[in-house]
Each structure stands twice: as C-alpha cells, then as structure tokens.
Nanobody, 110 residues
Framework: VQLQASGGGLVQAGGSLKLSCAAS????????MDWYRQAPGKQREMVAG???????EYLDSVKGRFTISRDIAKNTVYLQMVNVKPEDTALYYC?????WGQGTLVTVSS
C-alpha cells in the first residue's frame, strides 16, 4: 500500500484548502481512510475518517468546517477545509491499513 498526500500550503484564516490522498496497492472501496494531523509540540490527532461504507466522522473542532470524501474510481480521498483557523496549522497525514502517507503541511496565517 502506498499513500501520497498533497494539497497543503499557506492560507489565510477564513480561507479554504483541499487536501488529496491518492492510494495505490489496495482495493480502495474495501477500506476506510482517515486524516490525522500533528501540530508542533502536540500529539497526532484524528481529524476525519471515512469508512468502507462511506460513513464519516470528525474531530469536534472541525465539524462543520472540514469534509472528508472519496472518489473510488480515482482511489483518492479528499479533505475539504473551509473557514480554516490558525489552530488548524499542522502536518496532515492520510492513513489506512496501518500505512501512513508522507504528510502535507498546512499553515494558516492570522
């Protein structure tokens, strides 16, 4: 399994960003996928997850602002982030089957 995350960057508070995670080596629709993040000096936390059935869950602090979705044909999971806040600044990772992508950095300026 290989995961390739992309889409991070510098964005102003209140702005939007869309992260992508392309997966290879798996039958994508059989597995769930999660987005985690780790801010400097903090523990890694789960931000959003989507199950194999398409059910979603979110960290309380991002509910209503982040949306996880997937394109099974493209073997890709997305994380749409709107109304971002400085506290969303972190390295964002996608993960499935105990495999982690390399992370993509999101920096939110105030």
């Amino acid at each position: 399994v290989q995961l390739q995350a992309s889409g991070g960057g510098l964005v102003q508070a209140g702005g939007s960003l869309k992260l992508s995670c392309a997966a290879s080596g798996i039958i994508f629709s059989y597995y769930g996928m999660d987005w985690y993040r780790q801010a400097p000096g903090k523990q890694r936390e789960m931000v959003a997850g989507i199950s194999s059935m398409g059910d979603t869950e979110y960290l309380d602090s991002v509910k209503g602002r982040f949306t996880i979705s997937r394109d099974i044909a493209k073997n890709t999971v997305y994380l749409q982030m709107v109304n971002v806040k400085p506290e969303d600044t972190a390295l964002y990772y996608c993960t499935t089957m105990n495999t982690w992508g390399q992370g993509t950095l999101v920096t939110v300026s105030s």
